[in-house]
């Protein structure tokens, strides 16, 4: 434990010195540290190191490649789920669209409402939000606080806009 | 039926003290009182607080320096609580008296038992003068309505209620339940929407949450029927009367996935009103979960705030279910390193955003320095990025960097300070979200980390609270009351337990541009991974190794307090 700057082994008195001097302080640090320590440990302050190892233990990964995007879950895609159920890629269920009350595809009717209701980046209107209504023969959108009157006209059919809203075709623009 | 209300949890149970401590006690009318003068604080951070018995004097141990064999170095000096003679503390069984003090420390130490003991009133006075020297100033700790806890009474129908359950409604299918549990169903996917679906599924099993819409608290029926409340932005009624309202729509999906029913759902109505209501994040493509998560909350929150006093009110969570659910409140101490002076605010949260532990990074590059490429195949042998540890890195003490110098208020300038957040109040539900995303100062892009991060079942939040963390900068001693700003009566008190159960798991996969949510439920400690559509029951290890995106814990037991209406119990 003693610095030795002379290469005999024997010690000046001013490295045996710095040597003391560096034990004390050394000394004090570990008695810092064991003091509180102890503190800790005698107030019940100190976490439950058991469960924690315990925890740590049981998520130490196992040998089998992790990760991708499905996983080893990924082929419950091809079987069924827990009811006995399997269901297509895209969900087929179909309803009404409440803006438009066309029958959509459960699947698709995201996509589908973007276009509706005149939002999203692909939305024609989109530099008609901020100003005043202008509407146009082919508007499809219009701004965001106006329902959009899509609603059938007395006669039960759509305006001439009603070929745009199929979802097979995307864009016009 | 009726038990007593559990009595709240003690605060640290202190040791007893040992029979030389009590009688040294019993002995003086104020024990310690006399040390104040002697007791020496500094700034925190700057060290432990000390004993000056006299500005000149040099402390050693006379026995150590008239012996012929001295102690190499001794590390602690002692000092004699009765007659102040100092000595090391391999001489203090031999000095008569039995108190003493660390003279470097200010910790009790007891010669007869050789050992540190411990004593309340002891801290108390070691505490006064931090507090007389280094005065802390905070904004007013928001108030925490006091309501009494009252009995939990199981409900029972009564004559009318029986009837109209009897007469107007339907059993659920006895098959459908007692195989699987109730509430499992799949939810379609609308094209891009796993955000949407993944963060519901975590919705609809968050405990108090579910009892809400379950107990029919905001009936979709009568709410449509109601004149719109006063602050009407939101509640828009649109050409063909068409009633928004997220509540009413999320309700209309509750219903649907406890119905027994159990091929998927679509959640069509909800994206649709959803988009009507934030019509900034409407649009076609994925999105991030825990946006959304925020949205909805924020949508709820308009849609059931219908007093404008309570408005203001989130940290309370009297405003609303959302944040009477998810609502916490965070502590915020600025120290000025110059001079000790702290600076506290409070804060409400609806979750916890913690930066995924870098160093864990780092120092496992550091390691594998010139083995790049074997980097990515060899995870398993370091240890993975723990949620206790993202934790502790929440609640760590930061120095604030040059360009953040905080203003002072005693020293009137700029100072180097550090920052310190801490949990004054949990919720009832506790949100994580793991900040898998982060912005890569290099190339000006958001990446994905892609790190597995480990998280427990069960977590104790108690370390991470306002109470513990003062507590533990002031070296563990036990805060007196001046000091502790009500910390340990609100954190404990209010929510009765630091200790919460996990019972959901959003993930990510893939990339940041295309990439898929699944979530991970647990009920009846099982596991269930809900993919859109697909339930599936799955093994622990699979939740334990997903990569979890954002985390879903429930206090592990609910308290009941009185309500402002008496009939109504509510959870607090």
Known sequence: ?173 | MSSPPPAPPASIPFPPPCPHLASYRSSLSRPFRHLRRCLRACPLGNGPPSIRLDPLAHPHCAACSSSSSPCPCPPRLLACLSCAQVFCPSHASSHPHHISVDLLRAELFCCSCRDQVYDRDFDSAVLRVFHDAFPITSTTAPTTRKRRRVHFHHWRPDPSHSHLIRTRSTPLPLHSISTHPCGLRGLNNMGNTCFINSVLQALLHAPPLRNFFLSDRHNRFLCATRSPPRNNKTNITTHNGDHLCLACDLDQIYSAVFSGDRTPFTPAKFLYSWWRISSDLASYEQQDAHEFFISVLDRIHDNLVEDQQNSNNNAQGDCCIAHRVFSGILRSDVTCTYCGFTSTTYDPCIDLSLDLDPTHITRHNARNGEKETKQKHNKNLSAPTTLMRCLEKFTRPERLDNEHKFYCQKCKERRESLKQMSIRKLPLVLCFHVKRFEHSTMKKTLRKIDSCLQFPFSLDMAPYLSSSVLRSRYGNRLLPAILDNGESEVGISSGASSEFEIFAVVTHSGRLDAGHYVTYLRINNSWYKCDDAWVVKVEESTVRESQAYMLFYVQKVLYYTAGDNNTIDEPT
């Open chain 1, 1 to 173: 434990m003693s610095i030795s700057n002379s290469n005999d082994g024997s010690l000046t008195p001013r490295s045996q010195h710095a040597s003391n001097c560096f034990d004390d302080l050394l000394n004090s640090i570990i008695a810092d540290v064991a003091s509180e320590c102890h503190r800790i440990a005698r107030l019940g302050l100190d976490r439950s190191l058991e469960a924690e190892e315990e925890e740590l233990r049981l998520s130490q990964p196992s040998d089998s490649t992790r990760g991708g995007a499905g996983g080893a879950d990924g082929s419950s895609k091809h079987g069924v789920d827990i009811f006995g159920n399997s269901h297509p890629a895209v969900a087929s269920e179909t309803f009404e669209c409440m803006n438009c009350g066309r029958p959509i595809v459960a699947g698709r009717f995201a996509p589908h409402l973007e276009k509706c209701m005149g939002k999203g980046r692909n939305a024609r209107t989109k530099t008609t939000r901020s100003s005043t209504v202008t509407r146009s023969r082919h508007s499809r959108g219009s701004p965001v606080s106006v329902y959009a009157p899509y609603s059938r006209t007395p006669n039960g059919s759509t305006s001439g806009i009603s070929e745009d809203l199929s979802d097979n075709n995307f864009e016009e623009h």
